[in-house]
């Protein structure tokens, strides 16, 4: 557990306050790759991070396991069972990868040793060869010889995956974040794997982050939604009710791009900006229907809308 955790069940599993997160280049300079990143992660619920390629999500999820690489800076707070994490020493992340929170990498491939066969990374990872079969069996993977004596290239794409999974497992974390798992799956594959995360928060009660692209696929899989644009949390809430009632015009955008999954968004004119390139004012007004001349001049805060609601959007000032 991380110093100072009270860990009382009553208070949320994860705590994001104000994390911005960024690029250090040559003389010093900082681009901004995600700011005043603010949400909670309730124990044992699942929660959706959403948005295109090049908003933050991945460097989000890297800072919160503590693996941002040296170029790049955090600051804000991200507390673990009422801990603080965010920049703690390396010898105390290391106690708490895999045992309280874990990573599913998005290529299988690059995480899973290749020299090592499915049998001894599971047990490498569970520190015992106790329940190797059962681990593999929660991550829907039928624990047979062939695959527990496999080597990583001598599994399918998909078997691949819920050995991922089930290494994220391994020590029973209290939250395990997934970087993309849904990409390149089809429908139903898609439907499957969320299921399958669904079941086991309820079962183990594990909380999880799922980062993907579009959240229309996710809808009636996740409890929360969080949508990125540009490095801002844009819009958060309910998941049912940001689904059904999208506050922010990106998050209604993004959700008319059903059938897109893991490919471009048809239905948003233009790209969201480079890192360089950011706009001043509202990050979206230049792809945004709805914009007004002051959304080009300033930044919108994040304004509480009803309940756990909240949204980056002029619209919903005051
Ligand atoms: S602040 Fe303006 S540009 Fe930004 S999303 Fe709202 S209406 Fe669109």
Redesign the pocket.
């Given at each position: 557990m991380p110093s100072g955790a009270s860990g009382e069940p009553s208070e949320p599993l994860l705590q994001v306050r104000d994390l911005a997160i960024d690029l250090v280049g040559k003389k010093n300079r900082a681009l901004p790759v995600v700011s005043g990143a603010s949400f909670e992660i309730p124990r044992g619920a699942v929660t959706g991070l959403f948005g295109e390629s090049g908003c933050g999500k991945t460097t989000l999820a890297l800072a919160l396991m503590g693996l941002l690489a040296p170029r790049y800076r955090a600051r804000g707070s991200v507390r673990l069972n009422g801990g603080e994490i965010l920049n703690c020493a390396e010898r105390q992340l290391e106690t708490l990868r895999g045992a309280q929170i874990a990573l599913i990498f998005q290529d299988p491939m690059l995480a899973l040793n290749p020299v090592l066969r499915v049998r001894s990374q599971l047990a490498e990872a569970m520190r015992t060869k106790a329940g190797v079969e059962d681990t593999l069996r929660r991550a829907g993977l039928e624990p047979s010889a062939r695959i527990l004596d496999a080597y990583p290239h001598q599994l399918s794409g998909g078997e691949r995956q819920r050995v991922l999974i089930a290494l994220a497992l391994a020590r029973r974390p209290a939250l395990v974040i997934a970087d993309e798992p849904f990409t390149a799956l089809d429908s139903a594959r898609v439907s499957e794997l969320s299921s399958l995360f669904r079941g086991l928060s309820a079962s183990l009660g594990t909380a999880f982050l799922l980062i993907d692209h579009s959240p229309a696929a996710l809808a009636r899989s996740v409890d929360d939604a969080l949508v990125m644009y540009a490095g801002r949390i844009v819009e958060r809430g309910p998941a049912g009710a940001v689904m059904t009632a999208p506050l922010?015009?990106?998050t209604a955008a993004l959700l008319k791009c059903v059938g897109g999954h893991g490919k471009p968004l048809p239905t948003i004119q233009g790209n969201p900006p480079g890192l360089a390139g950011r706009p001043p004012g509202?990050a979206?007004?230049p792809r945004?229907e709805?914009?007004?001349p002051c959304?080009a001049r300033e930044e919108?805060a994040e304004y509480m809308v009803e309940g756990r609601r909240a949204v980056r959007?002029?619209?919903y000032a005051g």
């Open positions: 922010h015009p990106y509202c979206f007004h945004c709805r914009r007004e959304c919108p959007c002029f619209r």
